[in-house]
């Protein structure tokens, strides 16, 4: 057997593009979900509720966008102890299908889904036919 040398070349302006377009495509994909994401966790009836603060507190938390991150928080001193444990005797009689590890839930429902085809249809569009 021989030996075979292969050289590669990086287009680092291309993975430049790429890069950068990736955080503006999940700028923009925030900009218009936002909202809507909150609407359909609060719609699939997840969130066990009792006088209903728990669903009021939720925001999308931006901060780290920048990084490619972005998370749903519900921001009451009970809101972990209630996501982490499943095992709970949620009340059902406001929020029907309310559990613990809701977000879960939710995402398997094909919620997640949706806000990812929109982040890929705009950061295919940004970075301009790099990416097919």
């Known amino acids: ?7 590669t070349k990086m287009n680092k302006k291309a993975l430049r593009t790429i890069s950068e377009s990736a955080v ?9 979900s936002r909202d809507s994401i909150l609407g359909d966790i609060m719609t699939a009836e997840v969130v066990p509720k009792q006088t209903g603060e728990l669903e009021r507190s939720a925001f999308v938390d931006e901060s780290q966008a ?9 921001d009451t001193p009970y809101a972990r102890r209630l996501y982490w444990h499943p095992e709970y005797n949620f009340r059902r009689d406001k929020n029907r299908n309310a559990q613990g590890m809701w977000l879960e839930e939710w995402a398997q429902g094909g919620k ?10 705009i950061w295919k569009k940004l970075t301009g036919g790099i990416i097919k």
């Open 1 to 7: 057997m021989g030996k075979v040398k292969a050289r």
């Open 112 to 121: 997640e889904n949706i806000v990812k085809r929109v982040f890929t249809k």
């Open 24 to 32: 503006e495509a999940l700028e923009k994909t925030l900009q218009g």
């Open 66 to 74: 920048k990084k490619g991150q972005v998370s749903v928080v519900y």
